[in-house]
């Protein structure tokens, strides 16, 4: 018999709560405080706990942080009120399996308990070694992360591997949702199976159903031949339903049927199609609130999140930017055939200052950007885009004997670049010193150039050889060059007029 801890300061809810759960044969024990169900936590073994959140002395979601440290295979459910769904949030967020809106219907209760107790009952009888993540054959993609928060991911997604419940994978965009349901795919028996991936925000709702599920000929105009979808290509393997927070509700009726029957009908046939497949689903989407305003079925989101998997926005794991950048530098010297070192230490700070909004994906057009822009073996504060920048400017502006921010503010601006560059044309040396002839290696991309000590000419050069190298790297398209190398598409066109570059040699 599974044994149960409730929690709650209230205690006619705490007395009901007891007595449903005993009528379903749990054996029940009560707290009336976060504090009190820590104690009796650390004093003994429970399955489970049910846990209310605003109570005296300690939380609720304080509560639930300390009993996961002790023991994290403890379930715990949070009772919230239903004003507060912000704090059942929160409370996923540190490990709780799912949470309940006041008032509880003890049906609905004893019905999550068993679907927790039994998904639990799913993970413990895989392999508890440490995981060593593979993302399939051909990818060249890897997992970083050094992070006790990444670390709990990377257990929870071996331990999901090994078994064939659906997964709703959630966080921010560009958090590593796609990676982690490729690592579930490719960690577990249907590796050899296919990965089949829809977007379900990039299709529009009249296709998504043939799309998925195929059509017969003439199922529909345009419809003018006989089409396997997703499901059944995927048949053996793993689909993954990318932005399911996206579709219609009359989408969400349709995937619910095949969750639940492993079955579907194409568009326009009469023949039901069964299939073996294993659904993955990741959504940036805030689905409390959508079923709460009724976007989105609760029914459906319950079959998804029998496992949920939650991924941390970047700067909540701000020990894990370092290895992503050395990670990246790595991988980017691979591709450009360079040999960037490191990142100087006022960059590293940016980088460890800056919210994120994008996660790693915009680390890691960062990094590509620096490698583009950076002449040195090291990337520097130089090399990283203004929105990084601009954290650190405010502590280097209140230093004046800063050398840094007047570097970054005369490299930086490309306009600024220009009017010096005009100043020379009409053969006006600004700096009204007679440099001679003195010579210093001006190095871009490993390639040394002895250049005339002359600042005008020296930014000259760099400047046509940046543009240049952005060409050769974006193939000589202007937008993606301008795009990538942060250059506005007037100023790069005026600069490949003015040194007489053709972009077409790059192609
Ligand atoms: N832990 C990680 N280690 C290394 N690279 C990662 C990690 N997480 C994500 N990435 C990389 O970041 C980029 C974005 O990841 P992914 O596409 O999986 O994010 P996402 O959450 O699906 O984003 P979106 O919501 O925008 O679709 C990819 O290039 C991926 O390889
Ligand atoms: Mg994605």
Do not use: C
């Not at 051909?138 to 090994?162: C, P, R, T």
């Not at 990741?282 to 999140?305: C, P, Q």
């Not at 390639?447 to 974006?474: C, G, H, P, W, Y």
């Not at 795009?483 to 003015?498: F, Q, Y």
């Amino acid at each position: 018999m599974h044994k149960v801890l409730v929690v709650d300061d209230d205690k006619v809810l705490q007395e009901s709560v007891k007595q449903a759960l005993e009528f379903h044969h749990f054996i029940v024990e009560v707290a009336d405080n976060g504090r009190e169900a820590v104690n009796a936590v650390l004093r003994q073994k429970y399955d489970l706990v049910v846990m209310d959140v605003n109570m005296p002395e300690m939380t609720g979601i304080e509560a639930l942080v300390e009993i996961k440290k002790h023991d994290p295979s403890i379930i715990v459910l949070i009772l919230t009120a239903y004003s507060n769904v912000g704090d059942a949030v929160k409370a996923v967020k540190e490990g709780a399996y799912n949470y309940l809106e006041k008032p509880i219907q003890s049906d609905n209760l004893v019905a999550l308990i068993k679907r927790a107790l039994k998904a639990r009952s799913l993970v413990e009888t895989s392999a508890f070694s440490a995981p060593k993540l593979s993302l399939g054959g051909e990818s060249s993609d890897s997992f970083v992360g050094e992070s006790h928060e990444m670390k709990k991911v990377f257990n929870i997604i071996y331990k999901l591997a090994q078994v064939n419940t659906p997964v709703l994978i959630r966080g921010e965009s560009g958090t590593g949702k796609e990676l982690v349901a490729k690592a579930i795919h490719y960690n577990g028996p249907r590796k050899d199976g296919k990965f089949v991936t829809i977007n379900l925000a990039a299709i529009p709702d009249t296709l998504i159903e043939s799309e998925l599920f195929g059509h017969e000929k003439g199922a529909f105009t345009g419809a003018s031949e006989r089409k396997i979808g997703k499901f059944q290509y995927a048949d053996g393997g793993t689909i993954f339903l990318d932005e399911i927070g996206d579709v219609g509700p009359q989408m969400q009726v349709k995937l619910l049927r095949v969750l639940q029957e492993r079955s579907f009908t194409p568009v326009g046939s009469n023949r039901t199609v069964n299939v073996d497949v294993r659904v993955i689903a990741a959504s940036h989407k805030h689905f409390e609130e959508m079923i709460k305003v009724g976007t989105f079925r609760e029914d459906l989101f319950y079959r998804l999140n029998v496992l949920p998997v939650y991924l941390p926005p970047l700067r909540e794991r701000i020990s894990d930017i370092s290895h992503l950048v050395d990670y990246y530098i790595k991988y980017f010297n691979n591709v450009h055939n360079l040999s960037i070192k490191g990142v100087s230490p006022d960059a590293m700070k940016a980088m460890t200052d800056y919210a994120w909004p994008g996660n790693i994906r915009e680390l890691r057009n960062v990094i590509e950007h620096a490698f583009i822009v950076e002449y040195t073996d090291y990337i520097g504060l130089m090399s990283l885009p203004e929105t990084l920048r601009k954290n650190i400017k405010g502590h280097l502006a209140a230093d004046p004997n800063s050398d840094t921010e007047r570097d970054n503010s005369e490299m930086i601006d490309l306009d600024g670049i220009k009017n010096s560059v005009l100043d020379r044309e009409d053969g006006t040396n600004t700096s009204g010193i007679n440099t001679g002839d003195a010579k210093f290696t001006f190095t871009i991309k490993n390639r040394s150039t002895e250049v005339s000590m002359d600042f005008q000419v020296a930014k000259d050069i760099f400047e046509k050889e940046f543009i240049i190298q952005a060409l050769m790297m974006n193939k000589g398209k202007i937008n993606q060059t301008a795009l990538k190398a942060n250059i506005p598409k007037k100023t790069l066109l005026r600069k490949i007029e003015k040194y007489e570059i053709n972009p077409k040699e790059y192609y």
